[in-house]
C-alpha cells in the first residue's frame, strides 16, 4: 500500500531547509501592517488561534487561588496568584511561542508533527528519539482536543449557576445544557464551518474588548493591585506556601492553556498577524482582566469563589453570559479543526492508517472532515462530562495534556537549534534549557493532580501512542516480510523478456510502497489472468518532510524499460493525494493516459497474526483491526472505482 510507511519522506525533498514563512515574506499592497490584509488575518487569527487561551480566565483565577494555603482570603495569596499568572503568560507565551519557538516553522508551519518532520530533516535521518517526541505530543495534542471543549464550554454554561435571582433554578440543568451545547457542535462538523468561521473572529475580538472592559471596570476597586506585575510577590508566594506552592502551579499554567494554538496556526494566519494579534490586542486585554479579578477579591474576599463572574454588573450579566458561551463554543471549534489538520498530517507521516478524509468547502482546502475522529472525539468529551460534572473537576484533568506537549515542542526544538541553525552548545542551553526547565516545572506540577483527574489526559495519550506506535511498528514489519517474499522487478523484467505473455491493450497503473520490487497486483494478474498490458506503470506515493510539494516537483518519471516505467508522487503531510489529478501531470513528460483505457490495480492484503514473532499477539490483533477499518485505497487517493482492480493476498506479521 503506497505511502504506508513511517515518514516516508523522499530524499531530495531534504534538501531545501528554508524555515520562512511564506506569509511573513509577503510585503505587498494590503499586506503589510496596517494594509486591510493583514487586518483581515489579524482578526480571523484572533478568532482561532487565541479562542482557547481567551476562555482561561473563566476558571484559572478562581482554580489558583482556591487551592493556595489561605484559599485566596489573603492578600499575598491574591497578588502571588495574579503575579504568576502574568510572568508564566510573558515567558511562557510571549517569549518561548512568539519570539523563540515561532521562528522554528517547517516552511510556513507549525505544530508537534511538522516541528518532528523539521527535526527529522535537521537530523539527516530518522531518529528513533524524534519520533517517540512527536508521537508523544500528537497524541497529547488530542487528549488536549478531548479536554478542552468540556472544560470551556461547561465552564461558561456553569454561569448560569451565578445569575441574578433566578440562577438557583438553573443548576441542576447546568450539566444537560453544556452536553447539548457539545453534541450540537460536533453533529455540524459534517456539513462544515466555513460559514460560521467567518464571525470567529469579529466575536473573539468582543469578547477580548469585554475581558478588558471588565478589567478595567474592577481595576479600581484596590489600585494596589498593579504590585503585582512585579514577580517579588510570585515568588513570596511560592515560598509562603511551601511545597503547596508547587503545586499550585499546575493551576497558575490553565491562565495559559490555548498557548500551543500559536505555534500550530501559524501556517493559516503567518507570524506577524500572530505576533502581533498578541502583542496588542490578546495579552493586555487578558491581564487587563486578571488585574480586575484580583482587584475585586482584594476589596471583596468573598468574590474569591467564582471571581469572573462576580465581576460582572447585574445588568450586562445575560450578554455577558451569552457572549462567554460563543466563545467557548468557538475555542471548542478551533480544537476541532486542529484534531482533524492533525489527522490528516498524522495519516500522511504513516502513524495512522488511511482515514476517510472529507473536505467541506469546495474553494477551502483547508476545510476537512474526519468522521472517525469527530465521533471518537464526542464519546470521549462526554465520558469526560459524566466522570467530572463540574468545570473544577475537569480543571484537575485539564493541563497535563498541554503541559506535557508544550514539553515536547521544548525538546524538539532542541534539535533544531543545534542542527539546523547551527549554535553553539553554550548558546542553544542558555536558550532551551531555562523553558525545558519551565516546561518540567509545569508539567511536574500537573502530575500532582492524577488523582483529580489528571490520569484522563494520560489514559487517552498512552492509548494514542500504543495505537500510532502499533500501526508504525506493523507497517514495517510487513514491509520487511513483503520485501523478503518478493521477486525484484528487475528480474521479473528479464524473465518477461525470455518468455513474453499475452498482451492487453491499454495501461496498468499499479500501487506499491517499494518500487524496487514487484507490485503483488502485478504477480497475481500474470500468475492468475497471463496478461501484461502495452503501458506498465509503477507507481509510489511518497510523503515529503514538508507541508506541502510544488506542482514542478509532484512527479518523477523513470523509464526502466520499454514496457515498464517508475513514477513517483511526493505529497507535503498537509496535502490530500489525488492520483488521476498527478497522472495528468505527466503529460508534460511525454506520458498520456486515458483514464478510459487505464485500470488501476491494487494489492489488498489480508494480515493473520503470528504468535512466535514480529509484535506480541495483542498487539498483532491490534494491528489487524486497524487495517482493517482504514479507509479504501480507492476512495483515499481518489482513484475512479470502475478502474479499479483489487488482487488479494494473505501475510503473517
Known amino acids: 500500500m503506497a505511502g504506508d510507511t513511517p515518514l516516508g519522506a523522499d530524499a531530495s525533498a531534504a534538501a531545501d531547509t528554508q524555515t520562512a514563512s511564506p506569509q511573513d515574506a509577503s510585503h505587498g499592497p494590503g499586506h503589510g501592517p496596517g494594509g486591510a490584509g493583514f487586518r483581515t488575518l489579524l482578526i480571523g487569527a484572533i478568532g482561532v488561534v487565541f479562542g482557547d487561551i481567551g476562555t482561561s480566565p473563566l476558571y484559572a483565577m478562581r482554580e489558583a487561588l482556591a487551592h493556595s494555603r489561605s484559599g485566596g482570603a489573603a492578600e499575598l495569596a491574591v497578588l502571588g496568584t495574579v503575579s504568576l499568572i502574568f510572568w508564566a503568560l510573558i515567558l511562557v507565551v510571549t517569549v518561548k511561542y512568539v519570539i523563540f519557538l515561532m521562528r522554528a516553522d517547517n516552511k510556513g508551519e507549525g505544530g508537534t508533527l511538522s516541528l518532528m518532520a523539521l527535526a527529522q530533516r535537521a537530523l539527516g535521518r530518522r531518529s528513533a528519539t524524534v519520533f517517540l517526541l512527536g508521537v508523544c505530543g500528537a497524541a497529547l495534542?488530542?487528549?488536549?482536543?478531548?479536554?478542552?471543549?468540556?472544560?470551556?464550554?461547561?465552564?461558561?454554561?456553569?454561569?448560569?449557576?451565578?445569575?441574578?435571582?433566578?440562577?438557583?433554578?438553573?443548576?441542576?440543568?447546568?450539566?444537560?445544557?453544556?452536553?447539548g451545547i457539545l453534541i450540537s457542535l460536533f453533529m455540524v462538523q459534517s456539513r462544515g464551518t466555513a460559514s460560521m468561521a467567518r464571525a470567529f473572529g469579529p466575536l473573539t475580538?468582543?469578547?477580548?474588548?469585554?475581558?478588558?472592559?471588565?478589567?478595567?471596570?474592577?481595576?479600581?476597586?484596590?489600585?494596589?493591585?498593579?504590585?503585582?506585575l512585579s514577580p517579588h510577590y510570585g515568588v513570596m508566594f511560592l515560598i509562603d506556601n511551601g511545597f503547596l506552592g508547587f503545586v499550585l502551579l499546575g493551576s497558575v499554567f490553565l491562565a495559559v492553556t490555548g498557548?500551543?494554538?500559536?505555534?500550530?496556526?501559524?501556517?493559516?494566519?503567518?507570524?506577524?498577524?500572530?505576533?502581533a494579534g498578541w502583542?496588542?490586542?490578546?495579552?493586555?486585554?487578558?491581564?487587563?482582566?486578571?488585574?480586575?479579578?484580583?482587584?475585586?477579591?482584594?476589596?471583596?474576599?468573598?468574590?474569591?469563589?467564582?471571581?469572573?463572574?462576580?465581576?460582572?454588573?447585574?445588568?450586562?450579566?445575560?450578554?455577558?453570559?451569552?457572549?462567554?458561551?460563543?466563545?467557548?463554543?468557538?475555542?471548542?471549534?478551533?480544537?476541532?479543526?486542529?484534531?482533524?489538520s492533525l489527522t490528516q498530517q498524522a495519516v500522511q507521516l504513516g502513524l495512522l492508517p488511511r482515514l476517510s478524509i472529507r473536505q467541506t468547502s469546495e474553494s477551502q482546502a483547508g476545510q476537512i472532515y474526519v468522521p472517525s475522529v469527530n465521533m471518537l472525539m464526542l464519546v470521549g468529551v462526554l465520558l469526560l462530562l459524566a466522570l467530572f460534572p463540574t468545570s473544577s473537576q475537569l480543571a484537575g484533568a485539564y493541563g497535563v495534556a498541554v503541559t506535557g506537549a508544550m514539553l515536547v515542542d521544548s525538546l524538539l526544538a532542541w534539535f533544531i537549534v543545534r542542527r539546523m541553525w547551527k549554535w553553539s552548545l553554550p548558546l542553544s542551553l542558555a536558550f532551551v534549557a531555562p523553558f525545558l526547565m519551565i516546561d518540567l516545572a509545569f508539567f511536574g506540577s500537573n502530575l500532582l493532580k492524577i488523582p483529580q483527574g489528571a490520569w484522563a489526559p494520560l489514559a487517552m495519550g498512552a492509548g494514542l501512542v500504543t495505537i500510532m506506535w502499533t500501526w508504525v511498528r506493523g507497517t514495517q514489519l510487513l514491509t520487511v516480510k513483503t520485501h523478503k517474499d518478493s521477486l525484484p522487478l528487475t528480474d521479473l523484467i528479464q524473465m518477461l523478456k525470455a518468455r513474453p505473455p499475452h498482451r492487453?491493450?491499454?495501461?496498468?497503473?499499479?500501487?506499491?510502497?517499494?518500487?524496487?520490487?514487484?507490485?503483488?497486483?502485478?504477480?497475481?494478474?500474470?500468475?492468475?489472468?497471463?496478461?501484461?498490458?502495452?503501458?506498465?506503470?509503477?507507481?509510489?506515493?511518497?510523503?515529503?518532510?514538508?507541508?506541502?510539494?510544488?506542482?514542478?516537483?509532484?512527479?518523477?518519471?523513470?523509464?526502466?524499460?520499454?514496457?515498464?516505467?517508475?513514477?513517483?508522487?511526493?505529497?507535503?503531510?498537509?496535502?490530500?493525494?489525488?492520483?488521476?489529478?498527478?497522472?495528468?501531470?505527466?503529460?508534460?513528460?511525454?506520458?498520456?493516459?486515458?483514464?478510459?483505457?487505464?485500470?488501476?490495480?491494487?494489492g489488498r492484503r489480508s494480515v493473520v497474526p503470528a504468535a512466535r514473532r514480529g509484535m506480541p499477539l495483542w498487539q498483532d490483533r491490534l494491528y489487524i483491526f486497524l487495517m482493517r477499518n482504514a479507509a479504501n485505497p480507492t476512495d483515499f487517493y481518489h482513484i475512479p472505482p470502475g478502474r479499479v482492480v483489487e488482487m488479494g493476498t494473505q501475510v503473517s506479521v
Open 141 to 179: 495534542f488530542y487528549a488536549d482536543g478531548v479536554l478542552t471543549p468540556a472544560v470551556s464550554v461547561l465552564s461558561a454554561v456553569e454561569g448560569l449557576g451565578e445569575a441574578p435571582v433566578v440562577g438557583r433554578h438553573f443548576t441542576p440543568f447546568i450539566l444537560p445544557i453544556a452536553a
Open 205 to 228: 475580538t468582543i469578547w477580548f474588548l469585554t475581558l478588558a472592559g471588565l478589567g478595567v471596570l474592577h481595576i479600581f476597586d484596590d489600585v494596589s493591585i498593579l504590585r503585582a
Open 279 to 340: 502583542l496588542w490586542v490578546v495579552l493586555p486585554c487578558l491581564m487587563l482582566n486578571y488585574l480586575g479579578q484580583g482587584a475585586l477579591v482584594l476589596s471583596d474576599p468573598g468574590a474569591r469563589t467564582n471571581p469572573f463572574w462576580e465581576m460582572i454588573p447585574q445588568m450586562a450579566y445575560w450578554p455577558v453570559l451569552i457572549l462567554a458561551t460563543l466563545a467557548t463554543v468557538i475555542a471548542s471549534q478551533a480544537v476541532i479543526t486542529g484534531a482533524f
Open 504 to 602: 492487453a491493450p491499454g495501461t496498468a497503473v499499479f500501487l506499491t510502497s517499494d518500487a524496487e520490487i514487484a507490485p503483488v497486483a502485478l504477480m497475481h494478474n500474470l500468475k492468475h489472468n497471463k496478461v501484461l498490458h502495452e503501458k506498465n506503470v509503477i507507481l509510489t506515493v511518497r510523503t515529503a518532510d514538508r507541508p506541502r510539494v510544488p506542482e514542478a516537483q509532484r512527479i518523477v518519471m523513470e523509464p526502466i524499460s520499454d514496457d515498464f516505467k517508475r513514477l513517483t508522487v511526493t505529497y507535503g503531510f498537509m496535502e490530500t493525494p489525488n492520483v488521476p489529478r498527478a497522472l495528468s501531470l505527466c503529460r508534460k513528460q511525454g506520458l498520456k493516459f486515458d483514464i478510459m483505457s487505464t485500470s488501476f490495480f491494487l
Open 259 to 275: 498557548a500551543e494554538a500559536l505555534y500550530t496556526d501559524m501556517g493559516h494566519f503567518g507570524k506577524a498577524p500572530i505576533r
